[in-house]
């Protein structure tokens, strides 16, 4: 029920900016202040999810549940860790596994049965990623934010800020959307627009803040039997291709 409320709040607070835009102002200013130190306090995180894909042109919705974690590096050259591991709600067999260790990323290609190795560019300092969904979900800075994205505050209500993300590069998103909880900042929806025009939304269902992970968690996996590692040159092909910028490689 909570999903559905944010989703109509979402709706109107999206048709009324359309009558009025609401200019970054300082309630907007204070929102990204609160949204930055809240976050930079959280060093793990292991998020259960739900994410909807409603493709423009065919009007398919297909449904994915699984679950996001993240490990914040330390020092003065700090390497990032994460992972997402999302299954068909109709279909678990078919799945989506992506590791991230620093700058290698392990993808796992069940259709092909094979472990995809990629190398990523190392990120601006302080920045795990850049203009993803990893980046909305551990927070940045706010003043990083706004070189990546034209931000608009549509609506604050009791329970959640409101606010839209237009990015100033649209190679992997052309618009979106991001809810955050009042009480801690956290996220609880994040909505991108493709340029072909399809939606993804992701429903972080629970949050846990103090997730008992280690470096180890994200080390290369085991490559399961019958399986084969391949590793994808510079350039090549990107990891998680399709419906969901978490990943930057360019």
Partial sequence: MRTIAVSVCWLIATVASAQAPLPVNGALEVILADWETAMAKVQSLEASCKRTTIDRVFQTTEVDRGSIRFLRGTGPTPVHRASIHMKKLDNPANFEKLILSGTTVYEFAPSSNE???????????????????????????????????????????????????????????????????????????????????????????????????????????????????????AGGQRAAPGNTPILKKN
């Fill in 115 to 233: 472990v995809r190795v990629h190398t990523l560019p190392a990120p601006p300092p302080g920045q795990a990623v850049d203009n993803n969904l990893l980046s909305l979900l551990m927070g940045m800075k706010a003043a990083d934010a706004k070189k990546l994205f034209q931000m608009e505050l549509l609506k604050s209500d009791d329970y959640y800020h409101y606010l839209r993300l237009q990015p100033f590069n649209k190679v992997d998103f052309a618009d979106g959307r991001l809810a955050l909880l009042r009480s801690s900042h956290l996220p609880r929806l994040v909505e991108f627009v493709q340029v072909n025009g399809n939606r993804v939304i992701w429903d972080f269902e629970k949050i846990d803040t103090a997730a008992p992970l280690v470096a180890a968690d994200f080390d290369r996996p085991a490559i399961p039997a019958g399986w084969k590692l391949n590793a994808i040159p």
